[in-house]
C-alpha cells in the first residue's frame, strides 16, 4: 500500500512535533526510540533530554502556539535556539 510508507514516518518522527501532546513519558519513549532505530548518528541521551527541555523553551519562546515541523525548526533558528537543541535540529 502506498500509504504505509507515510504512516512509519509519522509513527517514527511524530514526538519531534507533538511533544506539547503527550506525557514526558511517552516522549521520552518514543524520543528513544526514534534515536535508537532511525538515527544512529544522534545521542540517545541528548536527544532525550533536549525533547524534555524543548516543552519549557517553547512556552516561553512560543506560547501554546502549535507549530508544524518546519516552522518550529525556522523558530529555533531565529531563536539562535540551535545549539542548545543539536539533536533535535539534526532529527
Known amino acids: 500500500m502506498r500509504c504505509n510508507p507515510v504512516k512509519r514516518?509519522?509513527?517514527?518522527?511524530?514526538?519531534?512535533w507533538t511533544f506539547q501532546?503527550?506525557?514526558?513519558?511517552?516522549?521520552?519513549?518514543?524520543?528513544?526510540?526514534?534515536a535508537i532505530q532511525d538515527?544512529?548518528?544522534m545521542d540517545e541521551?541528548?536527544?532525550v533530554?533536549?525533547?524534555r527541555h524543548l516543552p519549557f523553551v517553547h512556552s516561553a519562546n512560543f506560547?501554546?502556539?502549535?507549530?508544524?515541523?518546519?516552522?518550529?525548526?525556522?523558530?529555533i533558528y531565529d531563536f539562535k535556539l540551535q545549539e542548545?537543541?543539536?539533536m533535535y535540529v539534526f532529527a
Do not use: W
Not at 21 to 34: G, N
Open 63 to 75: 506560547g501554546k502556539e502549535k507549530l508544524l515541523p518546519l516552522d518550529l525548526l525556522n523558530k
Open 21 to 34: 501532546d503527550h506525557s514526558a513519558a511517552v516522549t521520552d519513549q518514543k524520543a528513544r526510540i526514534l
Open 49 to 51: 533530554a533536549e525533547m
Open 45 to 47: 541521551e541528548n536527544f
Open 9 to 16: 514516518f509519522k509513527e517514527r518522527f511524530y514526538v519531534i
Open 84 to 86: 542548545r537543541f543539536p
Open 39 to 41: 538515527c544512529k548518528d
